[in-house]
């Protein structure tokens, strides 16, 4: 029985499932300062431009959930699902590898209306998290996600053209407020198009393909999705962003999530590189490696072993005689 | 047995690089009728409406020019029209990566990644894109900087030092000789972190950045797939998204406050940038490049200041000076003359999707596990005398090089 909790036959990810407590440290050193330069408006628009983030737990769950002790779990001493306990892949992040609790984004009653067929596709997405989620192989993020992954991204607002450039796996997107037409092939990230309702920017995306996730938790569409997005700005450094999702071959209805986005408005505030395809090359090639550094390689499996080497008088009731 | 090895790595590869066949059939389609194309638009204005130079568009060169001159066209910075008829007429004419040689060999199976796999557009105006040094080749490196290149090109070539392409005195094999007994080298680290091409595939690491998906970012020259940028402005900030190599964009968030660079402990594939208008051109300071880039020998050390000018209503002159004393005697500067694209021509350039269809990086690791095992067993030949990688035909035969 302990060596089925210490051995597990799923690939890790514990770098992918760090990230989001990574960022929210980072959020709290924000110093106030908003920068002086920007015009409020543009052509008699508000001005979204700067860098943005959304601050919430949608990108673990769009939906309501209550906190849990990691992303990938498994059967503890009970047998009930409320007393399951980290499995082997994120065990050794202790607490930083839980998944943080959320009322949710999802308006209206917080279902989101799957059809019969698309709800099992739905769980098995969870229940395979680690080997679906495009997010972990650093794939593109598509929209909505991109939008509230824990990383910021930068709007640059011109007259005809509004670019959104995310950290996340260098991805970007144009909004075309001049209406050119869609592009001949799917996208991950969709093809945008613009235009003003009053002060609010509606953006009509289409052009999906059907392999990015909404979330870690398995919420999926596919090639048939369709988003109306409306930005609209509620304070100068908060967007409320609102997206109505519809794809009749996933859902039974439009449906809808909503949520602030805050402007990142430390004066120092950049957008780095989180260039990910490089951090997740052992993810994805590791078993192909002529002398693997996991040293558990079956095939394609990779079994973990957790092995954790505590340094002399850091076990844990050692510390407070440090 | 050894046949299907390389085939099926070299299939991989090929499924992997279709979107750059998308991409340059645009270059093309583009490249022949720029005039069409921006006609139909209307003329753009050269400032924002809020006052600064207008530098927005898709913007690409449309033409090839050899980073340095050739000999052949030493003391002369321009072709003569008729200079240029000639080279085109005779650069269409050629076979490039079409050209087969002997049915059967790995040599040529690596020619099923064949000349559609590479831009190739009109002459263009200069002989070279480096205008200084004048002579338009780079400067001399640094005894230092001759010292890393002769070592890594010294184990490069221990690598190969077995193969047909040091027996058969192939290009890739130029300064080596061929020794039938496989290196003791071939398990060493290389001198410094890898950046290129090579005839091991223990790990990722040992394929070329383009390879793993981390093309290189600046400078951006467009090499053999050629490549786009779309400048989008803000009052105050400019976004820059490139379209490079086979669905390796990346993108430029142009810092315009006039604060200092990013500590020097942050280091970045694509540096740092800092921007300024000096009347209607945009100098960009960038620093801060990771180890892990390499320009022509240049990596963490590696300065550039560019400059972009909106010279007409579907021109802009980019000069680019490149600078680091740990490898060039002296800083050098490279001009390229960018035209405006067609928006809906061009619908398909925000999607850096490389990794997803890099089919190619794994293959070639899973090849080269199968042939060690195949070896280990007694049913196929050494490892080492194994070259899938490196030896291509067809590239050396451009008169513009």
Redesign the interface.
């Given at each position: 029985m302990r060596g089925r909790f210490l051995r597990s036959t799923i690939m890790v990810a514990i770098a992918a499932a760090a990230v989001g407590a990574v960022i929210s440290m980072s959020m709290t050193q924000t110093s106030g300062q908003a920068?002086s330069?920007?015009?409020a408006r543009?052509?008699g628009k508000p001005?979204f431009?700067g860098i943005w983030q959304a601050n919430n737990e949608a990108n673990w769950d769009l939906q309501a959930h209550a906190a849990r002790p990691a992303a990938v779990t498994q059967q503890g001493v009970y047998p009930y699902d409320y007393a399951r306990v980290p499995a082997a892949p994120v065990l050794a992040l202790g607490a930083a590898g839980a998944v943080p609790g959320s009322l949710g984004v999802v308006q209206g009653d917080g279902q989101i209306p799957y059809k019969p067929d698309a709800l099992l596709i739905k769980q098995q997405n969870a229940e395979h998290w680690i080997d679906r989620d495009p997010e972990l192989?650093?794939?593109?993020p598509g929209i909505p996600r991109a939008m509230y992954l824990p990383y910021p991204f930068?709007i640059?607002?011109?007259?005809n053209?509004?670019?959104i450039?995310y950290e996340f796996?260098?991805?970007?997107?144009?909004i075309?407020l001049?209406k050119?037409?869609?592009?001949?092939?799917d996208?991950?990230?969709g093809?945008s198009v613009g235009r003003w309702d009053g002060d609010t920017l509606v953006v009509d995306v289409t052009n999906f393909n059907d392999?990015s996730w909404f979330d870690r938790a398995g919420n999926f569409h596919s090639d048939a999705l369709h988003l109306v997005e409306r930005f609209t700005l509620r304070s100068p450094d908060i967007i409320w962003y609102e997206v109505t999702i519809e794809d009749p071959k996933v859902f039974t209805r439009p449906w809808s999530i909503a949520m602030p986005l805050y402007r990142r408005v430390e004066?120092?505030m950049?957008?780095?590189?989180f260039?990910c395809?490089?951090f997740?090359?052992?993810f994805?090639?590791g078993h192909?490696?002529?002398?693997p550094l996991v040293k558990h390689w079956e095939g394609d499996t990779m079994t973990i072993d957790v092995t954790r080497k505590v340094p002399p008088g850091d076990l844990f009731y050692q510390w407070y005689g440090k | 047995m050894r046949d299907r090895f390389s085939g099926s790595m070299l299939t991989v590869t090929i499924v992997a690089a279709v979107s750059a066949v998308i991409s340059m059939s645009i270059t093309q389609t583009s490249a022949q009728a720029p005039a069409a194309s921006s006609g139909a638009a209307p003329a753009p204005a050269l400032k924002t409406p809020w006052g600064e130079p207008d530098l927005q568009g898709i913007w690409t060169d449309e033409t090839d020019t050899p980073l340095q001159r050739s000999p052949k066209f030493a003391n002369q910075e321009f072709f003569a029209e008729a200079q240029r008829a000639e080279l085109d007429k005779e650069r269409s004419a050629l076979l490039r990566r079409d050209r087969r040689v002997e049915r059967g060999t790995e040599l040529d199976v690596a020619g099923a990644y064949n000349a559609l796999f590479m831009t190739q557009k009109r002459t263009g105006a200069r002989t070279s894109m480096i205008v200084d040094p004048p002579n338009g080749r780079m400067p001399p490196l640094t005894p230092q900087a001759q010292k890393l290149a002769a070592a890594d090109r010294e184990f490069r070539l221990a690598l190969l030092q077995a193969t047909e392409t040091c027996k058969n005195k192939s290009v890739a094999c130029s300064g080596g000789k061929y020794d039938p007994t496989p290196s003791p080298r071939r398990a060493d680290l290389p001198p410094r972190y890898n950046t290129a091409r090579m005839n091991r595939h223990d790990g990722p690491e040992d394929g070329s950045l383009p390879d793993r998906c981390l093309t290189m970012g600046l400078p951006e020259f467009g090499a053999a797939t050629g490549s786009f940028r779309r400048i989008v402005q803000t009052p105050g900030g400019i976004s820059i998204f490139y379209d490079v190599g086979q669905g390796q964009g990346w993108q430029r968030n142009i810092v315009m406050d006039g604060r200092p660079h990013l500590p020097a402990n942050i280091r970045q594939w694509y540096g740092d940038s800092r921007g300024h208008w000096e009347d209607n051109t945009l100098v960009i300071d960038v620093t801060n490049f990771s180890p892990k880039t390499d320009f022509q020998g240049s990596r963490e050390n590696l300065h550039l200041v560019e400059r972009w000018t909106r010279t007409g209503p579907t021109s802009l002159e980019y000069v680019v000076t490149i600078e680091d004393p740990t490898v060039w005697t002296q800083p050098w500067i490279v001009k390229q003359e960018f035209t405006r694209q067609s928006d809906q021509e061009n619908r398909l350039y925000y999607e850096p999707r490389c990794l997803e269809g890099n089919y190619g990086l794994p293959g070639l690791m899973r090849g080269a596990r199968a042939e060690e095992l195949a070896f280990a067993e007694g049913r196929g030949p050494h490892p080492a005398t194994k070259d899938n990688a490196t030896d291509f035909v067809g590239v050396e035969d451009d008169p513009l090089q």
């Open positions: 920068q330069t920007r015009p543009i052509e001005n431009s192989k650093c794939y593109l930068q640059t607002q011109s007259t053209k509004i670019h450039a796996s260098n991805t970007a997107r144009t075309h001049d050119v037409a869609g592009p001949p092939d996208t991950w990230m093809h392999r004066p120092n950049q957008l780095l590189e260039r395809n490089e997740a090359e052992e994805m090639y192909l490696r002529k002398q | -």
